[in-house]
């Protein structure tokens, strides 16, 4: 019988263990939810984070008591299912490679699971789901929407040809900070434009340490990374991204004019991330796993911080 990790057990290796998805859906279905790593639920919620950081900012910028409620469910719903599109095009132009990495062969596309018609078609209905929740907002913020598919097109394939992929998918996942703000003032402002340039930090760092899990894999392969870049300077390298992400979140929140509890969430969350940098090891794939997990954490803080400001400042 094979390990819940080897590709007949249907599991894929650093999947969650336990989940919904391995338990209670459909068979048929269950590679369809790999593809979208339902199972791994880390993805949305980072790449949802920003958009609601960028809401809350814009709440306390307005005045009003709170982000938009709507607002953020449609962030929820967009970010699910964006994740899991990007998670399925990148899978598709991936699938050679990761058919040669321990972690990723027993993904759907590399362990035979489904074809590559079957996981398109599946990319292209999440793709429209995404479409759906993006034109519930304003003009100006379908245009900002529309705009990040192009760093979200070619970040496959820039592991194999630059050093740092990282900061690609930092333009990427770092979007939603861009889309909170401007779906409430229909523009781009300087504390949304301060709030993206710290989000690609905080990107490129948590991203490095998810690299560390297949160093050894990706030095064999030749896949690039900024873990393999860094080497022994990790440490110091994602102390610096980190760094540069809560430097840059100061004029973001000075310009939205934050008040006592948006600081306090800011403080907090730079706390967790300097405690990531101190627990982090180069060659310890288990805890490097953990720590990337734990920025679901730290960003929850943040939001918390800038959803309680805006509240308290709304309210008086």
């Known amino acids: 019988m094979p390990s819940p990790s080897e590709p007949g057990s249907g599991r894929v290796a650093d999947a969650v263990a336990g989940h919904w998805a391995d338990r209670l859906a459909p068979a048929a279905a269950r590679p369809y939810l790999r593809l979208a790593r339902i199972e791994r639920p880390i993805g949305w919620w980072l790449l949802l984070l920003p958009c609601w950081w960028s809401a809350a900012l814009a709440a306390v910028a307005a005045g009003t008591p709170g982000p938009h409620p709507g607002h953020l469910v449609l962030f929820l719903i967009g970010a699910v299912a964006m994740r899991g599109a ?30 590559t018609k079957q996981a398109a078609a599946f990319l292209v209905a999440q793709a429209l789901v995404g479409l759906a929740v993006l034109l519930q907002f304003n003009a100006a913020a379908i245009l ?40 409430v003032f229909g523009r781009l402002d300087p504390p949304a434009l301060w709030l993206y340039a710290g989000t690609i930090c905080w990107v490129v760092g948590y991203d490095t340490i998810y690299a560390v899990q297949d160093i050894e894999d990706d030095e064999i392969v030749g896949i690039h990374s900024s873990a393999r870049l860094f080497g022994a300077r990790l440490r110091l390298a994602v102390g610096l991204c980190y760094a540069g992400t809560a430097a840059l979140f100061v004029p973001a929140l000075l310009g939205a ?4 509890l948006g600081w306090l969430g800011l403080a907090l969350f730079a706390g967790h991330l300097a405690g990531q940098v101190m627990r982090l090891s180069e060659r310890d794939g288990a805890r490097a796993l953990a720590l990337f997990r734990s920025n679901r954490n730290a960003g929850l803080v943040l939001f918390a911080g800038l959803a309680a400001d805006a509240l308290w400042q709304g309210l008086h």
Do not use: C, H
């Open 86 to 115: 990007g998670s399925t095009y990148n899978d598709i132009a991936d699938r050679r490679l990761d058919a040669q990495v321990e972690r990723t062969r027993s993904r759907p596309l590399p362990s035979g699971q489904v074809t």
């Open 257 to 260: 004019g934050a008040g006592p």
């Open 144 to 183: 900002v929407g529309m705009l990040s598919l192009a760093p979200v097109a070619i970040y496959p394939f820039m592991k194999r040809v630059m050093p740092m992929p990282q900061a690609v998918l930092g333009l990427a996942f770092s979007w939603g900070a861009l889309m909170g703000w401007v779906a």
